[in-house]
Nanobody, 121 residues
């Protein structure tokens, strides 16, 4: 099996920064896209940033210019650098990946456990 393990959430003041990490581990596999989603209380989960393998990055309008997604393929890890954080960025952040286990011909959806980000003074 493959697991996505996230880290880096926490409490930060408005205007501050946090860096989230998500590492994929397990049996031999290949990864296509690695993305970040978030879900605020009482709201639907929304896409924050996406980074397809070999493709261009995309961001939600609400985070453009403040968040940066990056990926270390050698470590099977995706990062989300979040700067100029606002209270409305408060949410549980989830890592998502499309992964193909060695020996299979199809990709499956995988989600991390979520990490809480709270922006408050």
């Amino acid at each position: 099996q493959v697991q996505l393990v996230e880290s880096g959430g926490g409490l930060v003041q408005p205007g501050g920064s946090l860096r989230l990490s998500c590492a994929a581990s397990g049996r031999a596999f290949s990864i296509s896209t690695m993305d970040w989603y978030r879900q605020a209380p009482g709201k639907q989960r929304e896409l924050v940033a996406t980074m397809p393998s070999g493709g261009s990055t995309n961001y939600a309008d609400s985070v453009k210019g403040r968040f940066t997604i990056s990926r270390d393929n050698a470590k099977n890890t995706v990062y989300l650098q979040m700067n100029s954080l606002k209270p409305e960025d408060t949410a549980v952040y989830y890592c998502y990946a499309r992964i193909k286990i060695a020996g299979r011909t199809y990709y499956d959806d995988y989600w991390g456990q979520g990490t809480q980000v709270t922006v408050s003074s």
